[in-house]
């Protein structure tokens, strides 16, 4: 499988523009996946200030996910370019539960639409609903966490192999996907919490009480869902191999300073949260903290793939790889890219330019 293979430009382009749509791909997620398991548990409980940021983040949730799919969709094309042999393998590895992806995205974002249509005639059934579309979005976050950790595990034969009658098996033993998820789950339930805190904050001039209550549950939501990210964190580095971990504890200096300061952000994300959860001016700490946030995200995704390559040494050498540059394929990308954005953006201002109006 080490044979190269004909990349369309160069890895490290490849990579670069990966770990930029990826970043953006993986904000908008956290805060659609996040956002609607915490409107959710708003609806759920039921109070005066739980069903107005409920209906706030239940309108814009729908955009939220429409620019998460225009995101995803540039890093899933660049991992095949990457990783061909070994996306489309894992993909038939998992044969026929790997069709819940695109299923349950167009039936989440359906729902999402359709929730905010009708928010007024759904009354009760809005929390059940919301809790569908986390479960939907959630069973995509499990398929991409399990189709990467085969992918990266393909080279273990006691994990994934041909049986003698010539089918494919996946040992049920082999649990790598779970701390993955899990690290990921909490990671957008403190997203969305940061969310909501952040909008408070912005709240407090027009509506101080509920800007203070706001930015209190949000920063309370942020902090114990990155406490269990942490906590996740830890086991998913535990669960890998002992001679890829050793790249992120010393034997990479850039790999090791990043995993640092990952860890490092972390922890100062979630004092932050702290202190601007009992501060009576939490602007500037719980911005700091919505920064270190954005930091960690965008550092997970090039450590994800620093670990990722040093998982598959031996099997798949990047590094190994031919490529030739293909200018109309990247020229079309560029275009394809600075459309949707145009359409992004002229959703946002036409988005922002109705609700003034009304």
Same mark, same amino acid.
């Given at each position: 499988?080490?044979?190269?293979?004909?990349?369309?430009?160069? *890895?490290?382009?490849?990579?670069?523009?990966?770990?930029?749509? #990826?970043?953006?791909?993986?904000?908008?997620?956290?805060?659609?996946?996040?956002?609607?398991?915490?409107?959710?548990?708003?609806?759920?409980?039921?109070?005066? &200030?739980?069903?107005?940021?409920?209906?706030?983040?239940?309108?814009?949730?729908?955009?939220?996910?429409?620019?998460?799919?225009?995101?995803?969709? /540039?890093?899933?094309?660049?991992?095949?370019?990457?990783? *061909?042999?070994?996306?489309?393998?894992?993909?038939?590895?998992?044969?026929?539960?790997?069709?819940?992806?695109?299923?349950?995205?167009?039936?989440?974002?359906?729902?999402?639409?359709?929730?905010?249509?009708?928010?007024?005639?759904?009354?009760?059934?809005?929390?059940?609903?919301?809790?569908?579309?986390?479960?939907? #979005?959630?069973?995509?976050?499990?398929?991409?966490?399990?189709?990467?950790?085969?992918?990266?595990?393909?080279?273990?034969? &006691?994990?994934?192999?041909?049986?003698?009658?010539?089918?494919?098996?996946?040992?049920?033993?082999?649990?790598?996907?779970? *701390?993955?998820?899990?690290?990921?789950?909490?990671?957008?339930?403190?997203?969305?919490?940061?969310?909501?805190?952040?909008?408070?904050?912005?709240?407090?001039?027009?509506?101080?009480?509920?800007?203070?209550?706001?930015?209190?549950?949000?920063?309370?939501?942020?902090?114990?869902?990155?406490?269990?990210?942490?906590?996740?964190?830890?086991?998913? #580095?535990?669960?890998?191999?002992?001679?890829?971990?050793? =790249?992120?504890?010393?034997?990479?200096?850039?790999? =090791?300073?990043?995993?640092?300061?990952?860890?490092?952000?972390?922890?100062?994300?979630?004092?932050?949260?702290?202190?601007?959860?009992?501060?009576?001016? *939490?602007?500037?700490?719980?911005?700091?903290?919505?920064? #270190? =946030?954005?930091?960690?995200?965008?550092?997970?995704?090039?450590?994800?793939?620093?670990?990722?390559?040093?998982?598959?040494?031996?099997?798949?050498?990047?590094?190994?790889?031919? /490529?030739?540059?293909?200018?109309?394929?990247?020229?079309?990308?560029?275009?394809?890219?600075?459309?949707?954005?145009?359409?992004?953006?002229?959703?946002?201002?036409?988005?922002?330019?109705?609700?003034?109006?009304?």
């Amino acid at each position: 499988m080490n044979a190269p293979y004909l990349i369309p430009a160069p *890895p490290v382009l490849i990579s670069v523009l990966s770990y930029i749509t #990826l970043s953006a791909h993986l904000i908008l997620m956290n805060l659609t996946l996040g956002g609607s398991l915490l409107v959710s548990i708003y609806l759920f409980k039921r109070k005066e &200030k739980h069903l107005a940021i409920a209906e706030a983040m239940a309108r814009r949730l729908p955009f939220m996910m429409a620019f998460a799919v225009v995101f995803g969709a /540039a890093p899933m094309i660049f991992v095949q370019a990457l990783y *061909p042999s070994l996306f489309f393998r894992s993909a038939v590895f998992m044969s026929g539960w790997f069709l819940i992806i695109p299923a349950a995205v167009f039936a989440s974002f359906s729902l999402l639409f359709f929730l905010s249509a009708r928010w007024d005639a759904l009354e009760r059934w809005r929390a059940y609903l919301y809790l569908c579309v986390s479960a939907m #979005l959630g069973s995509v976050l499990f398929s991409f966490c399990r189709l990467f950790a085969v992918m990266e595990n393909l080279g273990e034969k &006691k994990l994934v192999g041909y049986d003698i009658g010539g089918s494919y098996f996946i040992d049920p033993a082999f649990l790598d996907m779970i *701390p993955r998820f899990l690290h990921s789950f909490f990671a957008s339930v403190a997203v969305a919490g940061l969310w909501v805190a952040i909008w408070g904050i912005m709240k407090l001039n027009r509506e101080p009480e509920q800007g203070r209550w706001q930015y209190r549950s949000g920063a309370t939501w942020f902090s114990s869902a990155t406490i269990m990210a942490i906590g996740t964190g830890v086991w998913r #580095l535990a669960d890998i191999p002992g001679d890829s971990m050793m =790249t992120v504890l010393g034997r990479d200096l850039f790999s =090791t300073s990043l995993f640092a300061a990952l860890l490092l952000s972390s922890v100062c994300a979630l004092t932050f949260a702290l202190l601007g959860m009992n501060s009576i001016k *939490p602007s500037f700490f719980l911005k700091i903290a919505a920064v #270190l =946030t954005i930091f960690e995200i965008a550092g997970m995704v090039v450590l994800r793939d620093i670990l990722r390559q040093a998982e598959l040494s031996g099997l798949y050498d990047l590094g190994a790889q031919r /490529a030739h540059f293909q200018w109309a394929a990247f020229l079309i990308f560029v275009l394809c890219c600075t459309v949707s954005l145009f359409f992004c953006v002229d959703l946002v201002k036409k988005t922002r330019s109705g609700r003034k109006n009304s």
